[in-house]
């Protein structure tokens, strides 16, 4: 009774509760009991809508529904509802990269996206220049990608951000459909503008509209889990359809999905030889205009 008044306490807000059950009715053999809850602060009582049947040695306990009473002037009630969910999971970037490569696929091209910056930056440290090609735009990348399958037969991994799916029309309905070629191609998406989801302005549309684009050009597609077990199976459902199709499939990845993974390798820019700086790409195209005007 004790620990039962001190769960109630905190999680009602009430630094001063009596707790007791009073009978509800019932046959000899099923006593259903209402934990009924007094206030010595507020002067009420509140009792649960919901009853705990005791019937022989077994019991069970229905969802609580626990409210304060409405003060004057006030419309919101605090309700007292149990946990769902106690720890937050998140996939970890190096075992998403460990079952890709189970399943063969050791090619990764595409658009950087925020969503997907940890999975990226493992793919980095992890892959070497040539097997890791960050493409000028989302079409091209599906191109290098279908040229990786016909060169190698291997599935290649194309990441890319959902605003990014009006590149891929082409190449996936005129290149790796399996109408065409039939090249399959691992598509992961970030889901920017998730309906429901908090996000800037220009997201929204094209968050909304996204399964609904996949579905439309024949792209079926799976929400892939935040946990290890849950990204296990939706792979094995994507690697069978492109076993048994030859065509590409999509992972829809939300806000959050990955364990936060920082870059370990040092990124050197414009340090080989014949690279230029914009700058310097722009004052020899300076100099090739006269002097005088024309």
């Known amino acids: 009774m004790t620990a039962l008044s001190a ?11 009596s707790v007791g059950f009073a009978a509800a009715g019932g046959s000899s053999g099923s006593r259903a009991m209402r934990v009924v809850v007094s206030s010595a602060r507020r002067g009420s009582t509140v009792a649960g809508s919901k009853t705990l049947a005791a019937r022989g040695k077994s019991s069970a306990v229905s969802e609580p529904d626990y409210a304060l009473p409405k003060e004057e002037g006030k419309t919101d009630m605090r309700i007292y509802r149990p946990m769902t969910e106690t720890v937050r999971t998140f996939l970890n970037p ?11 696929t ?3 091209t595409g658009v950087p996206d925020s969503l997907l910056k940890d999975m990226c930056a493992y793919i980095t440290d992890n892959m070497p220049k040539e097997s890791h090609v960050i493409a000028a735009n989302e079409g091209t990348a599906m191109a290098i990608a279908a040229g990786h399958h016909l060169a190698t037969g291997k599935v290649a991994c194309v990441y890319l951000q959902n605003s990014g799916l009006g590149n891929t029309v082409n190449p996936l309905l005129s290149l790796c459909s399996s109408k065409v070629y039939s090249i399959p191609v691992l598509l992961i998406v970030g889901w920017r503008g998730e309906p429901g989801k908090k996000d800037e302005p220009q997201h929204l549309v094209q968050g909304a509209l996204t399964p609904s684009l996949l579905k ?8 892939l889990p ?34 936060k993974y920082r870059l370990q390798s040092e990124q050197a820019l414009f340090t080989e030889a014949g690279l230029l700086h914009r700058e310097e790409i722009l004052e020899k195209i300076a100099e090739g ?6």
């Open 106 to 108: 050791s090619f990764y």
């Open 289 to 294: 205009f006269p002097s005088e005007p024309l």
């Open 94 to 104: 190096a075992h998403f990269f460990l079952l890709l490569k189970a399943h063969g």
């Open 7 to 17: 769960l109630l306490r905190g999680s009602l807000g009430v630094p001063s509760l």
């Open 226 to 259: 935040d946990y290890a077990e849950g990204a296990f199976e939706v792979l094995n459902k994507a690697y069978a359809y492109m076993e048994k199709e030859k065509a590409p499939f999509a992972l829809l990845v939300k806000k959050q999905t990955f364990e």
């Open 216 to 223: 439309e050009m024949g792209v079926p597609y799976e929400i």
